[in-house]
């Protein structure tokens, strides 16, 4: 029998570990999240200012806290985490400064983040003093190991200091503009039925009510597991849930398995309405969820991301300025590399791709950036988020005639007949597999000259001329730069002037010919591609001229003088 799996065990100390369903089990059946699909966008919450903020090893000034908070207001966000009020007088003074009149607009609501301790809960309520539209967000880890190793406490004791400063922020809060949100953090290690009766006590304590929602946001503050479990976790917690209609089921993944995506994504299926993550996914350790990739998740499956994404590299640019973090050029949809084709027939298929996209966009009498969008290999139009088509397509020794036509035609303009760009392409393979470097539309066009365009441009005759002597009937008359005369006819200028070349011995057959303009209007250059069969091998040439007929007679000299 084939033996297909030749791994053999590795020596790596796993047994360590145990699986995530061993250490929480999640009594769920009939579970509904897998058939259902996302049809539009959960509220989306930004936790760059706390969470975010809290995992850089230069945490961001009152300047960068500014830029960002601007930038996430201006995207379209609103509801934002701002800070951790009481854990430093930066992140207080900040919250003071959003009180100023005017700095939150009036359709953004604030979230300030604090722990189950009454002092810093009082510290935290300084800070949003004369604010409306506040929600003040608390958290304790409520998972076993954190229960016995971190905060000494066990379940009832727990349970009843959370209740306490649950009671202690809705007495501080009164009856202000201010809502409550609570996070037990570690979730997803949390037994379910204990996570269950917190929430629901807060719920009763808090008095929940559609016009003045709690929210309760369950974090995979490690992620441990697959997303199926996480997925499950949420849809149990959906459905037991008290007073359902006055909470907002939240949800905050962590990216430690690499999967924060597809846990929001699915927990969103499993009944998750809003959704706390950060811009490119920075956050502790491998991240919090990536927003940017949600929302363009969305929208790439034609569903209103609700924010907007349409310039991602000033997104970009502000969010490395104040994380003082690069984002990595393969990161979804926002990295330099992720919209660009090396290899060969990803290349071909795109310029395949985006020919017909254009000429679909024309039969339907609509923009290009209007037409729907199916151009393999790009799952969105990189316009879509404020990216040119220039860099869709780079060249490398990996590349192929596809992609190298792109780059002349959208550079240059030119339109190489199908049999040159494989005859081109082997020149570039050449020149590429030397270097192993990329090569420019610049090097290519240069390349391109020197191969097919100089010197045959001119060749080896110092004049020439073409008359119609009759109707269909073409006589060309040259001289040689060595002073000799050549002289011939047939029914066209090329054919009178292979004819004259025969004369002097050399022996010339055209195979395919093909020219265009090469800009727009009167008087625009033209450019002609000849291959020719010259004494037995064949050959392509090209010329460009103001003159169709000089731009053909020089392309077929181009041709004649690669050979001879
Ligand atoms: C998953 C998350 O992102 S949670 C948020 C994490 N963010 C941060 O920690 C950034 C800001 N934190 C801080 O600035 C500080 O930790 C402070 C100001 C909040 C507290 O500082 P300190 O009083 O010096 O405590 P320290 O940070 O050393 O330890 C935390 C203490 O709070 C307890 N604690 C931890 N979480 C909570 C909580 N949610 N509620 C109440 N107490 C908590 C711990 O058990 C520990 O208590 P102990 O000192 O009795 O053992
Ligand atoms: C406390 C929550 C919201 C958190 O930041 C986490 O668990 O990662």
Redesign the pocket.
Known sequence: MYDWNRQRPSNMPYHRYRPAHERVEVPLTGRAWPGRRITEAPLWVPVDLR?GN?ALAEPMDPERKRRMFELLVGMGFKEIEVG?P???QLDFDFIRHLATPGVVPEDVTVVV?T???HE?IERTFASIEGMSRVVVHL???TAPTWRDV??GQDRPALHAMIRDAAGHIARLAGDRDIRFQFSP?VFNLTEPDYVLEICNDLTALWDASPDRPVTHNLPA?VEVATPNVYADQIEYMHRHLDRRDAVILSVHPHNDRGTGVACAELAVLAGAQRVEGCLFGNG?RTGNVDLVTLALNLHAQGVDPMIDLSDIDEVRRVVEHCNRLPVPERHPYAGDLVYTAFSGTHQDAINKGMAHHAKRAADLGVPPEQAPWEVPYLPIDPADVGRGYQAVIRVNSQSGKGGIAYLLQTRYGLELPRRLQIDFSSAVQRATDGSGEEITAEQLWELFHATYLAPGEIGALADWSTVETDPGAHEFTGTLRNGRRLSGTGNGPLSALTAALAGDGIDVDILHYAEHALDPGRGSRAIAYVEARVNGATRWGAAQDTSVLTASVHAVLAAVHRVI
Do not use: C, G, K
């Open positions: 969470d809290q951790y009481s854990s430093s983040f722990p189950a301790r810093l958290y304790t880890a971190v905060l953090e503050t502790e």
